[in-house]
């Protein structure tokens, strides 16, 4: 059993900042690769940005010099300090961790950027 367990979501102005957390907890041994998803109304799920446990990232173009992903010192959090954000980041935020087992998923936190 994996549980991932998101927190940090909210309402902000446009040009503010957030920051969200992933706590992995559970048969982690194999944990690697964690990142995080997003999914607007109507629009098909997306990947933000992830890490790998070497400490590699990968960043969509739309957020890449906005949003900063990093790992706890013990690798089971991960975190996404989201900057400058704007409407169009409104969407639910999924938390995803990669281990030998499959792929898990948090249950998603709301972010919603008014203008």
């Known amino acids: 059993q994996v549980q991932l367990v998101e927190s940090g979501g909210g309402l902000v102005q446009a040009g503010g900042s957030l920051r969200l957390s992933c706590l992995a907890s559970?048969?982690?041994?194999?944990?690697?690769?964690m990142g995080w998803y997003r999914q607007a109304p109507g629009k098909q799920r997306e990947l933000v940005a992830a890490i790998t446990l070497g400490g590699s990232t990968n960043y969509a173009d739309s957020v890449k010099g906005r949003f900063l992903i990093f790992r706890s010192s013990a690798k089971n959090t991960v975190y996404l300090q989201m900057n400058s954000l704007n409407p169009e980041d409104t969407a639910v935020y999924y938390c995803?961790?990669?281990?030998?087992?499959?792929?898990?998923w948090g249950q998603g936190t709301q972010v919603t950027v008014s203008s």
């Open positions: 559970g048969t982690i041994f194999s944990l690697n690769t």
């Open positions: 995803n961790a990669r281990l030998s087992l499959g792929d898990y």
